[in-house]
């Protein structure tokens, strides 16, 4: 079956950089699109990123455009979101998703960004 497990998360202060990763099992990686979703407490979840099934197409929400960079490794099975000059307002449950329909999802990682 499809698995999505996020790891990497964790507390950082303003301005350090993280890197979360996205270990994939149960489909062949090379076939979907995959993105990055977040979700602060109160909030709805929302797109962070999202790269094509070959790598070649990105793209990113506004808030995050210039300092997040999504990446994949199909043979490795795994999907990266650097986040670099981290804020508060970032601080939110990172999600994996597959595309498609249904759609797929991780458990989650926690992102804090505190001073």
């Known amino acids: 079956q499809v698995q999505l497990v996020e790891s990497g998360g964790g507390v950082v202060q303003p301005g350090r950089s993280l890197t979360l990763s996205c270990t994939t099992s149960g489909f062949a990686l090379k076939d979907w699109g995959m993105s990055w979703y977040r979700q602060a407490p109160g909030k709805e979840r929302q797109l962070v990123a999202f790269i094509a099934s070959t790598g070649y197409m990105t793209n990113y929400a506004a808030s995050v455009k210039g300092r997040f960079t999504i990446s994949r490794n199909n043979y490795g099975n795994q999907v990266y979101l650097e986040m670099n000059n981290l804020k508060p307002e970032d601080t939110a449950t990172y999600y994996c998703?597959?595309?498609?329909?249904?759609?797929?999802w991780g458990q989650g990682t926690q992102v804090t960004v505190s001073p």
């Open positions: 998703s597959r595309s498609g329909n249904p759609r797929y």
